[in-house]
């Protein structure tokens, strides 16, 4: 199984996160597979640049013609605000991609939550619960994704829908491991960009990392203010 990693970015949030991203990726997975990073019109300095200019109403459109440009069995698809923080383990990663076919299409690399543990590595998420189909940090089969998104003009949060509908399984990463780890911590709330602005907690992270960024033109996410 080969494996790249596909990071949905936009015009927008990308001169904000693209640092961020770069510095705690090749920190913390120094061994990582190629990185595409998708944006409307704005190279990335550090990646392969995949530019394709849809709204976000179409925005799976933009996820689905990312993957046809790209030729690996396994795409880590995740958002442009995944950073990760600490070493990530290769072993693990390789070991859950070797679950990967076309049954079990998809497994997830957040916190588990509504699964059933299999083994050390890997459990089962609930097949009916919600959010399978969401484009958090997550592990797919290129090509059934690819065939998910066929003739699907959806935002973000639409897509997450797609997959209590689908006749496949899908996983998420083990209760106790903590290998992959970008940042967010299960019911912890705000965390990295919510809903378009800096979370607080991301202030303390980027002081450890030594990294310098203006959190003014973005400003900071507060609970019932938009």
């Not at 679950?99 to 459990?123: H, T």
């Not at 607080?200 to 973005?218: S, Y």
Request: hydrophobic content about 35%; aromatic content about 12%.
């Amino acid at each position: 199984m080969t494996l790249s990693i596909l990071v949905m970015s936009c015009d927008r949030y990308s001169k904000y996160t693209s640092e961020l991203f770069h510095h705690c990726i090749e920190k913390y997975w120094e061994k990582h597979p190629k990185v595409y990073y998708c944006n409307e019109t704005i190279d990335n300095q550090y990646y392969e640049t995949i530019k394709i200019n849809y709204p976000v109403e179409k925005w799976t459109r933009r996820v689905k013609e990312s993957l046809e440009k790209i030729d690996t069995d396994i795409v880590l698809v995740c958002p442009d605000d995944t950073f990760f923080r600490t070493k990530v383990n290769d072993n693990v990663i390789n070991k859950l991609c070797n679950y990967i076919d076309d049954k079990l299409i998809a497994i997830n690399l957040e916190p588990p939550f509504d699964c059933q543990q299999v083994n050390e590595i890997l459990a089962i998420r609930n097949q009916k619960g919600r959010w399978l189909t969401s484009f958090m940090p997550q592990l797919w089969n290129r090509k059934k994704l690819i065939e998910i998104l066929t003739n699907k003009d959806l935002t973000p949060r639409q897509a997450e829908k797609l997959g209590a509908n689908l006749p496949y399984n899908f996983g998420i990463i083990a209760t106790n491991l903590i290998d992959v780890n970008f940042g967010k911590k299960m019911f912890v709330y705000p965390y990295a960009i919510t809903e378009g602005k800096w979370a607080l907690e991301i202030v303390a992270f980027c002081k450890q990392e030594n990294i310098e960024i203006n959190f003014n033109e973005l400003g900071f996410f507060e609970r019932g203010v938009k």
